[in-house]
């Protein structure tokens, strides 16, 4: 089930705001002058005209950067011969050979104790999870390995180790394969989480990550593979990539902020739209990365519009939403003109009937109505 | 006494009439079944090893060649007992099962008649019947019209290679690497070195000067051994009670304390609880506490290695109790499927923490399951040096021109506690303890040896002791006043480089103890 996208029009490219992107990039945190530009200058691309599936998108930056690096490799369960589960990395077993693109056993523990022992090594994995529901099954050697290696071993052993995969609701598919987890992997020092919206957020994170240092933890979504999204030219460049650490104001507002990752900034867009009808100016934030959290960026929008709405699809408690409301009210309580909203996932395992499922996910009217409520114009 | 090199030992076993007991009967073998029930791939590898072979040839286990391995399918087959349709054993049958035995024509070993006995299994290669055999996914099987089950446990357990006896002597026909004066005694001495290391940090935690350690008593010929056998190229992932590894590879003893302690000198900076030892110019990974989790990151890290063509392999440790852990399950596979050079290496020695082997699992040790995943095994006695020695020695070298991994069983005995948190006395008895340590002690054995080589005196051995306490001792006065790590360190290496949020965490660290220096710890360096 697709939903239209929302063809925002775009600004000219400003040439400043993407060397100092490609400066971010390398290191992967701001200085006190990027932060400055930052909220102007990364939003905004020339349009090429040329449109990209979320699936393309990781396809061809998982080609470009094992072009570029030997020491990359994937491994996963049908990443090879069935093309990937998804068909993410569709054509690269023939490309690069069953040496550097590895079908493996059922076994996440295995693969993913592999992966980071290869990493410790010095090759740059990058694993791919069915779903990340199967991610449990491997969760000690991400968190007590990779997760905590470099700060255990003092720097001496460092993980340039990737983990990807879709994660959260996808349509009917029940309890185990649709939670999301990016609050979980967002509470672990030693990982950085990134979770991309469109083909310009998979392209440029998914080359950032691969490209990193430390372990990422890189959260996709199924539902989002098939859709397609305009891309610019410098996203198709093959040296692009994003800065990890930084959200990106998806459409600029003075009313409501509204935070969202993942599908959710799809469903945040088409609630601006309509909030737009009504007189209401919502200014949506996709976060990009849920560790490091991007905290300067939401509070700077919170200041201009002294309203906050959180969207996710994971569930309330400990969540993404429960973060931000906490860091902003320790950061921006003055600047608030009304208490915070949080919109979430329903707090049950998900269920499979479809119209149970439906309201246990956030939708476009929960958004809406939530915006409508903090700037007091609902009945 | 004489032992024959184990590798003769196997075919014989395999290929004589065997009797065994089950209770009052005793079974054989029958013809029948290794016709039937073989698969073909077997029966064709029997073809070019089979006994007449091995016994005309002379074995030299060091010449490392193909005869060194034998199909072992002894402890599957050769001894098996069989059982009933039913289940388990009786005595008296019910007459139910008699008459199914009957239609189905399937042969029941446990029988009320007492004394029977099937026919000697002599499994030779024109049994082969290619009519016999069918396609399956995963290759060509045999099939049997019989209903065989393979028994869950032989009688005869896989012997353990042992070079020299309790009281030091090779035993006659024994095969073994050569080992040179100097190495040996390095290996001596080493030896000497840890049981002295372990000893005296046991003592200083039981003061109070350290929180944990863990010993390895009764294991240092594993630890020593082993090492010396490997070449300072390998990767070594430990579990945790092989730091002798490390001090044969040259970490120092202040070294050591200074992990201990935790102190600013201390390569790890901190950061991890005692006996977590890692060093990465010593390719020795740091010691992670969840139980097996080295196993497929061995198979990881031989993964780089094969593709780097390195003439290195991953070495990763376990004990009997991390057998049991998915890892192992998941570490040994893969590193078969993917063909990885990995020696895993088992350290069976009896206990894990409370848990006796017999609650840990129930088939003969760790070796049998290396066949299960398609893994080259052997069992060694971890307490003779020379066997350690020659085993690794040749594991190793099999491990990096295969490109195969090998498993290791090392059988021996955890002298110590657990470790400082542990009170074994609890659950064994005192007198076991104390045979393994005095009768059954690795040094006392290749000491032993090495004197009776002439390389090795008493005087030299006092003025060895005495001078490696005095070493520990002072290294932990050193290191009990060092300094501990700045406050720096508790920000750096979470990720590769600072990030801001942790940055930040910092500066507001430093302003709050500017304002309230007297709540500040003073041991902590700013």
Redesign the interface.
């Known amino acids: 089930m697709g939903f239209v996208v929302v063809l925002l029009k775009r600004e000219e490219k400003r040439m400043f705001g993407f060397i100092r992107q490609r400066a971010a990039c390398r290191?992967?945190?701001?200085s006190s002058l990027e932060r400055g530009i930052r909220a102007t200058a990364l939003r905004t691309f020339s349009s090429s005209g040329k449109e990209m599936t979320v699936r393309d998108a990781l396809n061809s930056a998982l080609d470009e950067e094992m072009s570029a690096d030997p020491k990359v490799f994937l491994m996963g369960e049908e990443v090879g011969e069935y093309q990937g589960a998804y068909k993410i990395s569709r054509g690269l077993l023939k490309k690069y050979g069953p040496?550097r693109v590895?079908d493996?056993?059922i076994?996440e523990?295995?693969?993913?104790?592999?992966?980071?022992?290869?990493?410790?090594?010095?090759?740059k994995?990058v694993i791919e999870f069915m779903t990340f529901n199967f991610s449990m099954q491997a969760i000690?050697?991400i968190i007590?390995?990779a997760a905590k290696?470099?700060?255990?071993?003092?720097?001496?052993?460092?993980v340039p180790i990737v983990f990807r995969g879709p994660n959260g609701a996808a349509a009917g598919v029940g309890a185990q394969h649709s939670q999301c987890f990016a609050a979980w992997y967002g509470s672990c020092?030693?990982l950085?989480v990134l979770v991309p919206y469109s083909s310009e957020d998979a392209r440029g994170l998914l080359k950032a990550a691969i490209r990193?240092?430390?372990p990422v933890v890189f959260l996709e979504n199924e539902l989002l593979y098939g859709e397609s999204f305009p891309v610019s030219a410098e996203a198709l460049d093959s040296s692009f990539c994003l800065p990890i650490?930084k959200a990106k104001i998806e459409r600029e507002g003075n009313d409501v902020t509204i935070t969202a990752f993942s599908k959710m900034v799809g469903y945040a867009l088409k609630a601006a739209e309509i909030l737009a009808k009504e007189g209401i100016s919502a200014e949506v934030i996709n976060l990009r990365s849920i560790r490091?959290?991007d905290?300067s960026t939401i509070n700077a929008s919170v200041r201009k519009t002294n309203r906050l709405v959180t969207v996710e699809e994971g569930v309330p408690q400990h969540g993404v939403g429960a973060e931000i409301c906490a860091t902003v009210v320790e950061e921006s309580f003055y600047y608030l003109d009304a208490p915070i909203e949080r919109i979430a996932g329903a707090d049950v395992p998900m269920p499979y009937a479809a119209n149970l499922e439906r309201i246990a996910v956030p939708q476009v009217d929960d958004i809406v109505r939530a915006a409508k409520r903090i700037c007091y114009r609902s009945h | 006494m004489h032992l024959i090199c184990h590798y003769i030992h196997e075919p014989l076993y395999m290929f004589s009439p065997i009797t065994h007991t089950h209770t009052q009967h005793k079974h054989l073998v029958s013809n029948l079944f290794w016709k039937r029930f073989f698969p073909m791939s077997i029966c064709r590898l029997a073809r070019s090893r089979t006994i007449t072979r091995f016994l005309k040839t002379k074995i030299c286990p060091f010449e490392i060649h193909e005869r060194l391995i034998t199909p072992n399918y002894s402890f599957f087959h050769a001894c098996s007992s069989y059982k009933t349709l039913a289940g388990n054993f009786t005595r008296k049958p019910h007459e139910l099962w008699d008459k199914t035995a009957n239609i189905l024509a399937f042969r029941r070993f446990e029988s009320a008649r007492a004394g029977e006995q099937a026919e000697a299994v002599s499994y030779t290669d024109d049994d082969e019947d290619e009519n016999q055999s069918i396609d399956f996914p995963g290759g060509r099987v045999t099939f049997t019209p019989q209903i065989k089950f393979i028994s869950e446990s032989t009688d005869k357990r896989v012997p353990c290679y042992r070079v020299l006896d309790d009281d030091g002597y090779p035993f006659a026909g024994s095969r073994s690497e050569q080992v040179d004066k100097e190495t040996a005694l390095k290996m001596y001495k080493s030896m000497v070195t840890l049981q002295i290391m372990d000893h005296i940090f046991y003592e200083a935690q039981r003061q109070g000067r350290i929180s944990f350690y863990m010993t390895s008593m009764g294991e240092e010929a594993i630890n020593i051994a082993t090492a010396a056998a490997l070449s300072p190229d390998d990767?070594i992932?430990p579990q945790y009670r092989e730091p002798g590894i490390l001090l044969w590879r040259g970490f120092t003893i202040e070294e050591f304390a200074n992990q201990l302690f935790g102190t600013k000198n201390?390569?790890?900076?901190g950061?991890?609880m005692p006996v977590?030892y890692?060093?990465?110019k010593h390719n020795f990974?740091?010691v992670?506490?969840?139980i097996a989790?080295?196993?497929?990151?061995?198979?990881?890290?031989?993964?780089?290695?094969k593709?780097d063509n390195k003439e290195a392999c991953?070495v990763a440790f376990t004990g009997d109790g991390g057998t049991s852990e998915?890892?192992f399950?998941?570490?040994l596979?893969?590193a078969a499927?993917?063909e990885a050079p990995v020696l895993f290496i088992c350290r069976n020695n009896g206990w894990a923490i409370s848990t006796p082997i017999s609650d840990q699992f129930r088939s003969d040790g760790v070796v049998v399951k290396g066949q299960a995943y398609g893994i080259r095994s052997i069992r060694i006695d971890g307490n003779d040096t020379l066997a350690v020695y020659s085993a690794i020695r040749a594991a190793r070298e099999m491990v990096i021109r295969e490109q195969k991994p090998i498993l290791v069983e090392a059988l021996t005995y955890r002298v110590g506690h657990h470790s400082t948190s542990d009170d074994s006395t609890k659950y064994r008895p005192l007198n076991e303890i104390e045979y393994w340590k005095t009768a059954r002690n690795p040094l006392g054995r290749y000491r032993k040896w090495v004197q009776r080589n002439g390389w090795w005196t008493d005087e030299e051995e006092t003025e060895l002791r005495g001078s490696i306490r005095k070493q520990v001792m002072n290294a932990i006065q050193v290191a009990d006043k060092t300094e501990k790590p700045s406050l720096k360190?508790l920000f750096?290496?979470?990720?590769?480089?600072?990030?801001?949020?942790l940055?930040e965490q910092e500066k507001s660290l430093r302003e709050t103890i500017k304002r309230h220096e007297q709540d500040f710890p003073a041991d902590v360096p700013l």
Do not use: C
């Open positions: 290191g992967n945190h701001a040496e590895r493996t056993p076994t523990a295995g693969f993913t104790g592999i992966g980071v022992g290869a990493a410790y090594y010095g090759l994995p000690d050697h007590n390995s290696s470099n700060y255990m071993s003092a720097g001496q052993i460092s020092p030693g950085k990193d240092p430390d650490g490091p959290l905290t | 990767i992932l201390d390569a790890g900076k950061r991890q977590h890692g060093s990465k990974v740091t992670s506490s969840p989790t080295q196993l497929p990151q061995a198979a990881g890290i031989a993964y780089s290695l593709m991953a998915g890892d399950h998941a570490g596979n893969f499927v993917m360190e750096t290496d979470v990720y590769d480089r600072l990030p801001l949020n940055h």
